[in-house]
């Protein structure tokens, strides 16, 4: 079972409208991850968040960690067909290193 | 640099056989981590090392599968007497653990156990 619940599971979107996932997590994030993963291949690292209540963002797209630190959005902005993929968020959550991954939200982005 | 390779990208064997599969970590990186992927699901830790140690391998789902890390640097991951449940692919990633904990995952070793 994942620790980490995404959602929502997949979605689709309009070349050009915004979207937003969810990572939410029962136990405190010591620190929160998000990785962008193509099929058959390897994780990107997108950002990392660390503090309750921060934000970073970076082009398009932005990523917050809520003030209890258990819960993270990670939001795309005006998507293109560049931002299509699997995103998973990872955690930190026993604060020894070793995360913990949802099961990932699969974006497809519409011409 | 480079970042981090994992050989080989793809590896198909028979149930009952012995796999070895290599990560190369980034350069300098202390922390070296190994997950396994299934089919729809997020990476699921198996082991991490710090130097030539393995820290913790508390994922390693039975006494089949071995890691190592003799110098430091280049990892190994063993299974032996492989079974079907072993498919899955197997993801490397290394960090350097200051200031922060970022992991930078390589490409995968696609397990296929026939």
């Known amino acids: 079972s994942q620790e980490l619940e995404q959602s929502p599971q997949s979605l689709i979107v309009q070349e050009g409208k915004n979207l937003t996932i969810n990572c939410t997590s029962s136990k405190t994030l010591y620190g929160l991850y998000w990785y962008k993963q193509k099929y058959g291949e390897g994780l990107i690292f997108l950002m990392m968040?660390?503090?309750?209540?921060e934000e970073k963002s970076h082009e398009k797209i932005t990523a917050k960690l809520d003030e209890k630190k258990q819960q993270s959005s990670l939001h795309i902005t005006a998507s293109q067909p560049s931002h299509a993929g699997i995103y998973l968020c990872?955690?930190?959550?026993?604060?020894?290193?070793?995360?913990?991954f949802g099961a990932g939200t699969t974006v497809t982005v519409r011409a | 640099g480079a970042g981090v390779s994992q050989t080989p990208s793809n590896k198909v064997t028979e149930k009952g056989k012995y796999v070895e599969l290599r990560c190369d970590p980034i350069?300098?990186?202390?922390?070296l981590y190994w997950y396994r992927q299934s089919l729809g699901q997020g990476p699921e830790f198996l082991i991490y090392f710090q130097g030539t140690g393995a820290a913790d391998d508390s994922g390693l789902p039975n006494d089949r599968f071995f890691a190592v890390r003799p110098e430091g640097s280049v990892s190994t991951l063993k299974i032996q007497r492989t079974e079907r449940g072993d498919s899955a692919v197997y993801l490397c990633?290394?960090?350097?653990?200051?200031?922060?904990?970022?992991?930078?995952f390589g490409p995968g070793t696609r397990l296929t156990v026939l």
């Open positions: 990872g955690a930190d959550i026993d604060n020894d290193y070793k995360l913990s």
């Open positions: 990633a290394s960090s350097s653990g200051v200031p922060y904990n970022e992991q930078f």
């Open positions: 968040l660390q503090k309750g209540g």
């Open positions: 350069s300098g990186h202390t922390a």
